[in-house]
């Protein structure tokens, strides 16, 4: 079984750069970005505590799973939420998630 996705993240001049994910790590969307040297603060380490790993989700919003109450209760402190926003801690990298299109909120 293949154990590898595509993610693409919108960059802020607009671009879209593909990244290629593990599945099989373990990994949730917000440690694959750090990993791959994004700057996300993470300052709860993925607690769903801070917010600082929010993503906009561009394409694929209905491969993901469903929010937490956690998790909107994190979201919904945001001034500038959108619909599409997540928590990248919140969202645990699976195959289902092939092509998930996303941009740093």
């Known amino acids: 079984m293949e154990n590898n996705i595509n993610i693409y993240m919108q960059e802020p001049d607009g671009s879209v750069t593909e990244h290629v994910a593990p599945t099989d790590m373990g990994l949730s969307l917000m440690e694959f970005l750090k990993a791959s ?5 993470a300052t709860c380490g993925g607690m769903a505590l801070c917010a600082t790993c929010c993503v906009d989700v561009l394409e694929g919003e209905e491969k993901l799973n469903e929010m937490t109450d956690d998790e909107y209760a994190m979201l919904d402190t945001l001034p500038d939420l959108l619909p599409n926003s997540r928590l990248a801690c919140q969202l645990q990298l699976n195959n ?5 299109k996303v941009k740093l909120h």
């Open 96 to 100: 289902n998630m092939d092509g998930l």
């Open 37 to 41: 040297e994004y700057d996300i603060l």
